[in-house]
């Protein structure tokens, strides 16, 4: 079996190595060299995209921002899942919002900006404070804005009209403003769906953001109802889609109630602690979905946190000292910010899961791993 994935990061990397014990060949394509490469050594093929495709039996994505040129020869195949659709819907906020109009799943009070007259109305509409993003190329923060007084809108317009601007009669840009909502927490759900719409999902998992950007996950502390809020807006969306693979939702809990922040039509960034917090990882999951094979337990195995290495060209070595540690590393350049890799600690309990988190805390800086402490400290509380 032989599998091309869309995208040469991190994601295309962590499938490949999870599919070599199932005998699951990946290759990649980088869609900003346009080469064909193996994802694990980044050695680059000789092979066109076409001859690719020709030369694999399934095709996958592990982001959404594709040239819609590429999707569609894929989309032609009948071979790439979870198919273009899914692939834009992801990369647009308007469409996502449609999606999930559809699938009667609730999002935050919205509305759909491509002039000037628009966000006026949506701030009248929606008040303030009012949360702005970018229906397309916004990620980890980027491609947003935060209106809340009125003084800061002429300049906030001057921004978003310039994105407006630039898009074309082919791919036109529009932008989103949402109600800001006073939520507690942010949570997310990743599951995974066949060919034949079987589903299976994974625990529900706590996100801690810095500057827009995951820093840390915990999961395995999740109540029964708030997961079945979580999986009952899964199969809708899933569903609605005719999904295969794995997909991930982010929402907003606000005193219990979820309501969807955005989709991701792939593998997530919060769902890397599947690895060893479960007997079947994410990674592993979309690969047997995407080729046909059945899927795996998605039950946890024990409670277990994801802490992003943001920019850091390593880790203190003392942190691989600390029981139930793993570290994950993508082989690229150490640059700011950049998600260099991720560090899993599991243990057999949340109280136990706190205590190693707070050794963590004691030999990663705050400043480069936000989060790490209040974390510990609130799960041996609990």
């Known amino acids: ?24 060949q990946v290759s990649a394509y ?4 346009q080469q064909v490469i193996n994802p694990v050594t980044f050695e680059a093929h000789s092979a066109t995209l ?45 469409k996502e919002k449609a999606l999930l109009e559809k ?23 929606l ?28 300049a906030i317009w001057q921004e978003m009209s310039e994105f407006l601007a630039a898009g074309t009669d082919t791919t036109p840009h529009a932008i989103i403003a949402e109600q800001m909502i006073p939520f507690d927490r942010e949570v997310s759900i990743i599951g995974v769906r066949d060919h034949h719409g079987q589903c299976r999902i994974y625990p529900l998992t706590e996100n801690q953001h810095t500057n827009g950007v995951l820093t840390l ?12 809020q979580a999986e009952t807006a899964f199969s809708a969306i899933a569903s609605e889609l005719d999904y295969v693979g794995v997909l991930a939702i982010e929402f907003f809990d606000v005193d219990g109630t979820l309501l969807v922040n955005e989709i ?84 057999s309990s949340l109280h136990e899961l706190g205590e190693r988190l707070a050794e963590l805390a004691e030999i990663l800086p705050e400043d480069a791993y936000p989060g790490i402490a209040q974390t510990s400290h609130a799960l041996i509380l609990n």
């Open 1 to 24: 079996m032989k599998v091309l994935v869309l995208g040469a990061g991190q994601l295309a990397r962590m499938m490949s190595l999870s599919a070599t014990h199932l005998d699951i």
């Open 30 to 33: 980088d869609v900003a060299t």
């Open 50 to 94: 076409e001859q690719a495709i020709a030369n694999v039996d399934a095709i996958t994505a592990e982001f959404e921002h594709i040239p819609a040129d590429v999707l569609a020869v894929c989309q032609q195949t009948g071979k790439f899942y979870p198919g273009a659709e899914a692939i834009l819907t992801g990369g647009d906020r308007g």
């Open 103 to 125: 699938a009667q799943v609730a999002c935050a009070p919205y509305a759909l900006i491509t002039e000037k007259p628009h966000f006026l109305d949506a701030i009248d509409k």
């Open 127 to 154: 008040g303030k404070p009012l949360v702005v993003k970018t229906c397309q190329a916004g990620y980890d923060g980027k491609g947003q804005w935060r209106v809340k007084h009125d003084d800061e809108m002429d």
């Open 217 to 228: 996950s915990v999961a395995g502390k999740e109540k029964s109802t708030i997961q079945a």
């Open 264 to 347: 991701a039509p792939r593998v997530h960034n919060s769902g890397h602690w599947t690895q060893q917090g479960c007997h079947v990882s994410q990674f592993e999951n979309h690969m047997r979905a995407v080729a046909g094979l059945p899927i795996g337990d998605t039950s946890l195995v024990r409670p277990t946190a994801m802490i992003n290495v943001l920019g850091q060209a390593s880790i203190p070595t003392e942190v691989l000292s600390v029981n139930g540690v793993t570290s994950h590393w993508y082989g690229k350049a150490a640059k700011p910010g950049r998600k260099m890799g991720h560090i899993n600690v599991s243990a």
